[in-house]
Nanobody, 122 residues
Framework: QVQLVESGGGLVQAGGSLRLSCVAS????????MGWFRQAPGKERELVAA????????LYADSVKGRFIIYKDNAKNTVYLQMNSLKAEDAAVYFC???????????????WGQGNQVAVSS
């Protein structure tokens, strides 16, 4: 089993920045990919970004390319999501995710974090 604990959400003004963190514990050696999803009210959970634990290959949703950066610190079993130039449409609950395969959608996710609210004021 893998446990994921997130931190770093909150309220930010449009155009501002936030950084989310997710610490993995447990059978972390089984993790191949970690990523971030988000879910806004009334919408489906969508992939924001994913990163391979080894090698660092990344995948981003088109809506966040050029604004968000996913990166990791394997020594700390931590993945980060640096969110810049935040927009009102980025407001959602953000979930950390982990899997033993490359994450391209929620179908591949084995483990979920508890979710962290990000609110953007205009």
């Amino acid at each position: 089993q893998v446990q994921l604990v997130e931190s770093g959400g909150g309220l930010v003004q449009a155009g501002g920045s936030l950084r989310l963190s997710c610490v993995a514990s447990g059978r972390t050696s089984s993790i191949y990919t970690m990523g971030w999803f988000r879910q806004a009210p009334g919408k489906e959970r969508e992939l924001v970004a994913a990163i391979r634990r080894s090698g660092g290959n990344t995948l981003y949703a088109d809506s966040v390319k050029g604004r968000f950066i996913i990166y990791k610190d394997n020594a700390k079993n931590t993945v980060y999501l640096q969110m810049n130039s935040l927009k009102a449409e980025d407001a959602a609950v953000y979930f950390c995710a982990a899997s033993d395969r490359f994450i391209t959608s929620a179908v591949e996710v084995e483990y979920w974090g508890q979710g962290n609210q990000v609110a953007v004021s205009s």
